[in-house]
């Protein structure tokens, strides 16, 4: 197997997902590790991805599976995301991502409330013109 270029296999999952997120380290080990036909390139990487979906079953984290599986992070580097791509750069971008959902989430409700003040401000035009035409008649 030759070098893998990450970051074409992170854009590639994310058009097959239809989203916007990076994949996580496992489907990047799955992905990084499987052949056109999306069939395990040895026993031992089936293994692997049979032991990681046992655990998460049970309810381990995906973490905690995947550090049970594969071992501790050496510092400064993260397993099956290439070599840019640290620790604290997958936190901060976790953080982000989070505050967008939180955002896209309060102007959902905001727009839901708008709404609903725009109908009452409708509805309290429509009554003061029935109380000026039963007042003013002509």
């Known amino acids: 197997m030759g070098p ?4 074409r ?6 058009k097959e997902k239809g989203t916007n ?5 496992i489907e990047m080990f799955i992905a990084t590790r499987t052949n056109q036909k999306r069939k395990a390139v040895d026993q031992e ?13 049970i309810g381990e984290t995906e973490d905690e599976a995947f550090e049970a599986i594969f071992g501790k992070e050496w510092p400064g580097r993260v397993r099956g995301y290439g070599r840019s791509i640290t620790q604290s750069e997958l ?4 953080e982000i991502s989070e505050i967008k959902q939180q955002h896209q989430e309060e102007v959902t409700s905001l727009k839901g409330e708008l709404g609903d003040v725009k109908e009452e401000v409708h509805g309290l035009r429509s009554l003061v013109k029935l109380l000026l035409q039963r007042s ?3």
């Open 9 to 14: 296999v992170r854009v590639a999952m994310r």
């Open 21 to 25: 997120e990076n994949p996580n380290r």
């Open 45 to 57: 990487t089936q293994d692997a991805i049979e032991e990681f979906q046992n655990r998460q079953a």
């Open 136 to 138: 003013e008649p002509g």
């Open 4 to 7: 893998i270029n990450f970051g």
């Open 91 to 94: 936190k901060k971008n976790a």
